[in-house]
């Protein structure tokens, strides 16, 4: 069983839409819990961070945390065209001197 | 302030050779991290160095293998290689390397093994 799970999609939705994307995990360690946004040919950028359990907004993104169901969420109101890409979920602990990802979700946000 | 910057951007071999990838970090970044990135696995750790000391390596064969310079600048080399090694092959900079850092990704290096 991998570290970390998450649906690898593709998911496809009108502009406009909520999209929500998912991850979960088995490790009760991981206190850092991390979206990327990976456009096509690029590597990977950080979207949102967040600390153990809890919501974190940003603009059009929340990204949420539920540690005693080990399972985080991103979802993106008023999707655009240009959030077309793959996210991947991603998470470690302080002394790991490792982040875990997720096999990322490609989204398509279509005009 | 320069990104990541990996090299070479592409790269062709065959069955049984092997090839070096190269990473240079953000400047003052001491931590350097090599992931293997495939459609069907997705981003999967490799190895992690800090002060040109391996802290922690993912479940990898022995064929993997990289070092860091006191300059942070990093490499990885795949020794005899497989088809299976066909690959992104993405390196990530951070201050420290611990688990609760932001880490940066260069463009990466797309390895295809024919």
């Known amino acids: 069983q991998k570290e970390v799970e998450q649906d690898p999609g593709p998911l496809s939705v009108p502009e406009g839409a909520i999209v929500s994307l998912n991850c979960t995990y088995s490790n009760s360690a991981f206190q850092y819990f991390m979206w990327y946004r990976q456009y096509s040919r690029k590597g990977p950028e950080l979207l949102m961070y967040?600390?153990?359990?809890g919501n974190k907004e940003d603009g059009r993104f929340t990204a949420q945390v539920d540690k005693s169901s080990k399972y985080i969420s991103l979802f993106i109101r008023d999707s655009q065209p240009s959030d077309s890409a793959t996210y991947l979920c991603?998470?470690?602990?302080?002394?790991?001197?490792?982040?875990?990802f997720g096999a990322g979700t490609r989204l398509f946000v279509k005009a | 302030k320069a990104g990541v910057t990996q090299t070479p951007r592409y790269l062709i071999k065959t069955r049984g050779q092997q090839v070096t990838l190269s990473c240079s970090p953000i400047?003052?970044?001491?931590?350097v991290s090599w992931y293997q990135q495939t459609p069907g696995q997705g981003l999967q750790f490799l190895f992690e160095?800090?002060?040109?000391?391996?802290?922690n390596k993912g479940n990898f064969p022995g064929r993997f293998s990289g070092r860091q310079f006191s300059n942070s600048r990093s490499e990885m080399n795949v020794s005899t290689l497989e088809l299976g090694d066909s690959a992104l092959y993405l390196c990530a900079s951070s201050l420290l390397g611990t688990g609760d850092e932001k880490l940066f990704f260069g463009s990466g290096t797309q390895l295809s093994v024919l």
């Open positions: 160095y800090f002060s040109e000391t391996q802290r």
């Open positions: 991603a998470m470690g602990d302080t002394g790991g001197f490792k982040t875990i």
């Open positions: 967040t600390y153990s359990s």
């Open positions: 400047s003052g970044h001491r931590s």
